[in-house]
């Protein structure tokens, strides 16, 4: 296997182990009735740091398993993560600033848009798997964006540390 792979099935990986440790969190965190909702935190380090397909492609791969972890109307991230991809490529082509703090509030704004959308679709099902009051939405989503912004931060810095990619250099934009 090439070298690009091997580092596509490494950030595959990587997010797949955030997400399960995501997803542990969230079970000790219900006893408190908070839920860390945070898809928004994968897709643009993904885009950074791979090309279009392959960016693509770990973006479905983990919008599937996010579904079948949150259990989520099964397609939702599997659209929305690549579709963020896809648009944060283009963005990072025309926004030609390098700053962290630019991404993360990119990121965040995402985010919160992710989580308005899959908190209408809840409440416009007809069979609710999910019973989401507007309080704890509101709750969540505030709890979220708290606990969202460093570890954007952290994860951004995990990822270019794996890759060994330094800020100066270039980033892999089509």
Request: neutral net charge.
């Amino acid at each position: 296997m090439n070298r690009e792979l091997l580092n596509a099935c490494l950030m595959l990986l990587i997010c797949f182990i955030l997400l399960s440790l995501i997803t542990i969190v969230n079970s000790k965190l219900v006893n408190w009735g908070l839920f860390l909702y945070l898809p928004g935190m994968f897709f643009l380090s993904i885009s950074i740091f791979f090309n279009s397909s392959k960016a693509f492609i770990i973006c479905l791969i983990t919008g599937l398993f996010l579904d079948e972890i949150l259990s989520t109307p099964f397609g939702y991230h599997g659209i929305v993560l690549p579709t963020l991809q896809t648009l944060s490529k283009e963005w990072l082509k025309y926004n030609g600033n390098n700053n962290a703090f630019r991404y993360v509030c990119f990121q965040l704004i995402s985010n919160i848009l992710l989580t308005i959308i899959l908190f209408l679709i809840f409440k416009f099902q007809t069979h609710q798997t999910i019973e989401w009051t507007f309080s704890r939405f509101s709750s969540d989503l505030l709890f979220s964006t708290i606990v969202f912004i460093p570890l954007c931060f952290w994860f951004q810095d995990l990822v270019t540390k794996i890759f060994k990619i330094k800020e100066e250099q270039n980033l892999i934009i089509e």
